[in-house]
C-alpha cells in the first residue's frame, strides 16, 4: 500500500535534506559512456546481450526487447563501476533514483518482490479468513445477507489491496514504463478506495443513497487522476501530493475515531496507525542496501506484512461487533 507515492514523498524530503544529489550514479560520465557504448554493441566488457540484437519484426515485441538492452547495459554498467568503487572502499551511490541492487533470476529488486509477494499473501489470508467468518461463522439474516455492514465494502478492499501487491511484485521485478504505471494505478485506486471506506465506517454510513453521495465525487477524482497520469503525463509531484493527501486524511480519520468512538479493538487502529507511520520512516532514512539485496524500501514492505495481519484481526472484530450489536438490537 501506499508505496510509490509516500516513496515519492519520503524522496522529495532526503533531496531537499542532501541538496538534490540523489541520483549521483547515473550521472558519472564513467557510467554514461558505458551505458551509451553498450546500447550501441550490445556489450559491457566481455558479457554481450542478446536482447540488443534487434530485428525488426513487431513493434511492441521490438519494444520490449529495447527495455530488456536498456536495463542490462544500465545493470552490468552499474555493477562494473560499483566493484571498482568498492576495492576502494568508496561508499555505493544510486543510479535513476534506486541504489545498485543485485539481481536474483533476472528480478531487479529481489527482496522487494518477495515481501511484495508475502504481502499479497497476508491480505489473500485476510480476505478469506473474513469471508468465511461472515457467510459461515456469524448468523445470517433471512435472505442469506450479512448483518455487518460493510461486509461487502471490506471484500472489495482486499481484492483491490491485492491487485496492488501484485503489480508492486512486478514492477520491483521488472521497472519499465508499463509496469510502473501499473503499480500507480492501482497504488492511487487502492488508496481512494480505502479513504472511501475509512470516510463510510467511521461515519456510520449506512445508507446507499448517502454512500453514493459521499464517494461519487471521490471516485470521480480518482478515476481522473488515474487516466491523467497514464495518458497525459506521469508527474511524479503532482501524483506524491495527492497519495501523500490521500494516505494522512486516511489515517487521521481512522485515528480520531479510534479516539472517539469507544470501538472494543481500537488499540489494533491505533496500532496500524503509529506503526504505519513509524515504519514510513524508513523512507526517510534511506540507507544503502545490505549486501547488496535488503534496502530501506524492501525492509519497510516487510514492516506492512505484520500491519496486514493486524487489520484484517481490526476488521475481523469490527464485524463480529456490529453484529452482536445488531443481533442485540433486534432481540
Ligand atoms: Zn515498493
Redesign the pocket.
Same mark, same amino acid.
Given at each position: 500500500m501506499l &508505496?510509490?507515492c509516500s516513496?515519492g514523498f519520503f524522496l522529495i524530503l532526503s533531496w531537499l535534506v542532501e541538496g538534490l544529489n540523489a541520483s549521483a550514479g547515473d550521472a558519472n560520465p564513467q557510467y554514461r559512456s558505458c551505458v551509451k557504448q553498450c546500447e550501441e554493441t550490445g556489450c559491457v566488457r566481455q558479457r554481450c546481450f542478446p536482447n540488443c540484437k534487434f530485428s525488426g519484426v513487431e513493434p511492441l515485441y521490438m519494444q520490449w526487447k529495447k527495455w530488456d538492452c536498456q536495463s542490462d547495459c544500465r545493470y552490468f554498467c552499474m555493477l562494473d563501476i560499483e566493484k571498482e568503487k568498492e576495492l576502494r572502499n568508496d561508499d555505493p551511490v544510486k543510479y535513476h533514483g534506486k541504489w545498485p541492487i543485485k539481481r536474483i533470476y533476472g528480478m531487479q529488486?529481489p527482496a =522487494?518482490v518477495a515481501f =511484495?509477494a508475502l504481502n499479497l499473501a497476508a491480505h489473500f489470508h485476510g480476505w478469506v479468513s473474513f469471508f468465511v467468518l461472515i457467510y459461515y461463522k456469524l448468523p445470517l439474516k433471512e435472505e442469506k445477507k450479512a448483518y455487518y455492514e460493510y461486509a461487502s465494502l471490506w471484500l472489495i478492499y482486499g481484492l483491490l489491496s491485492m491487485n496492488s501487491w501484485f503489480w =508492486?511484485a512486478v514492477? #520491483?521485478s521488472r521497472d519499465v514504463d508499463l509496469t510502473e504505471k501499473l &503499480?500507480y494505478s492501482s497504488a492511487v485506486a487502492l488508496l481512494g478506495y480505502s479513504l472511501i471506506l475509512a470516510i463510510l465506517r467511521s461515519l456510520n454510513v449506512r445508507d446507499e443513497a448517502t454512500r453514493v453521495m459521499i464517494s461519487a465525487p471521490l471516485i470521480a477524482f480518482v478515476t481522473t487522476h488515474i487516466l491523467f497520469i497514464n495518458f497525459y503525463k506521469l508527474d511524479y509531484g503532482w501524483n506524491m501530493i495527492v497519495c501523500v493527501g490521500m494516505a494522512v486524511t486516511q489515517l487521521t480519520i481512522w485515528a480520531v475515531w479510534a479516539c472517539i468512538s469507544h470501538h472494543p479493538s481500537r488499540w489494533k487502529l491505533w496500532f496500524v496507525v503509529f506503526a504505519g507511520g513509524l515504519a514510513m520512516l524508513l523512507e526517510l532514512y534511506d540507507f544503502p542496501p545490505y549486501q547488496g539485496l535488503l534496502d530501506a #524500501?524492501?525492509i519497510? #514492505?516487510a514492516t506492512t506484512i505484520p500491519l496486514t495481519y493486524i487489520w484484517w484481526s481490526f476488521i475481523k472484530d469490527d464485524a463480529e461487533f456490529r453484529t452482536s450489536n445488531l443481533l442485540k438490537k433486534s432481540k
Amino acid at each position: 500500500m501506499l &508505496d510509490r507515492c509516500s516513496v515519492g514523498f519520503f524522496l522529495i524530503l532526503s533531496w531537499l535534506v542532501e541538496g538534490l544529489n540523489a541520483s549521483a550514479g547515473d550521472a558519472n560520465p564513467q557510467y554514461r559512456s558505458c551505458v551509451k557504448q553498450c546500447e550501441e554493441t550490445g556489450c559491457v566488457r566481455q558479457r554481450c546481450f542478446p536482447n540488443c540484437k534487434f530485428s525488426g519484426v513487431e513493434p511492441l515485441y521490438m519494444q520490449w526487447k529495447k527495455w530488456d538492452c536498456q536495463s542490462d547495459c544500465r545493470y552490468f554498467c552499474m555493477l562494473d563501476i560499483e566493484k571498482e568503487k568498492e576495492l576502494r572502499n568508496d561508499d555505493p551511490v544510486k543510479y535513476h533514483g534506486k541504489w545498485p541492487i543485485k539481481r536474483i533470476y533476472g528480478m531487479q529488486e529481489p527482496a =522487494s518482490v518477495a515481501f =511484495s509477494a508475502l504481502n499479497l499473501a497476508a491480505h489473500f489470508h485476510g480476505w478469506v479468513s473474513f469471508f468465511v467468518l461472515i457467510y459461515y461463522k456469524l448468523p445470517l439474516k433471512e435472505e442469506k445477507k450479512a448483518y455487518y455492514e460493510y461486509a461487502s465494502l471490506w471484500l472489495i478492499y482486499g481484492l483491490l489491496s491485492m491487485n496492488s501487491w501484485f503489480w =508492486s511484485a512486478v514492477f #520491483h521485478s521488472r521497472d519499465v514504463d508499463l509496469t510502473e504505471k501499473l &503499480d500507480y494505478s492501482s497504488a492511487v485506486a487502492l488508496l481512494g478506495y480505502s479513504l472511501i471506506l475509512a470516510i463510510l465506517r467511521s461515519l456510520n454510513v449506512r445508507d446507499e443513497a448517502t454512500r453514493v453521495m459521499i464517494s461519487a465525487p471521490l471516485i470521480a477524482f480518482v478515476t481522473t487522476h488515474i487516466l491523467f497520469i497514464n495518458f497525459y503525463k506521469l508527474d511524479y509531484g503532482w501524483n506524491m501530493i495527492v497519495c501523500v493527501g490521500m494516505a494522512v486524511t486516511q489515517l487521521t480519520i481512522w485515528a480520531v475515531w479510534a479516539c472517539i468512538s469507544h470501538h472494543p479493538s481500537r488499540w489494533k487502529l491505533w496500532f496500524v496507525v503509529f506503526a504505519g507511520g513509524l515504519a514510513m520512516l524508513l523512507e526517510l532514512y534511506d540507507f544503502p542496501p545490505y549486501q547488496g539485496l535488503l534496502d530501506a #524500501h524492501a525492509i519497510w #514492505h516487510a514492516t506492512t506484512i505484520p500491519l496486514t495481519y493486524i487489520w484484517w484481526s481490526f476488521i475481523k472484530d469490527d464485524a463480529e461487533f456490529r453484529t452482536s450489536n445488531l443481533l442485540k438490537k433486534s432481540k
